[in-house]
């Protein structure tokens, strides 16, 4: 059985930075998140989604999907949290 401990602290994070953020920090999120895939096609090819979709309907993870779970919910957090803070904002 996957431990899923880790996934579900960060699913907690995302959700309290997702509720405290605003529309624009929301879609500045999404921007960095959409780009971060396409680097990824860019060097290794297509993201396959019906892979993706079918991770998110399985009742049970494997340890394999619970650290694809895990790692995907790290990246969220690591980039909505840069965003909510400010990191990477031109200063005037």
Request: hydrophobic share 40%.
């Amino acid at each position: 059985m996957a431990d899923l401990s880790t996934f579900e602290q960060y699913y907690k994070l995302a959700n309290m930075l997702i509720e405290k953020a605003t529309k624009e920090q929301l879609a500045e999120c999404a921007r960095l998140l959409a780009l971060n895939v396409a680097h990824y096609q860019g060097k290794f090819g297509e993201v396959p989604l019906e892979e993706t979709l079918a991770l998110l309907d399985a009742e049970e993870p494997s340890e394999d999907q619970a650290k694809l779970l895990t790692v995907g919910m790290e990246n969220l957090v690591g980039v909505l949290g840069s965003v909510c803070s400010g990191l990477g904002e031109q200063k005037h």
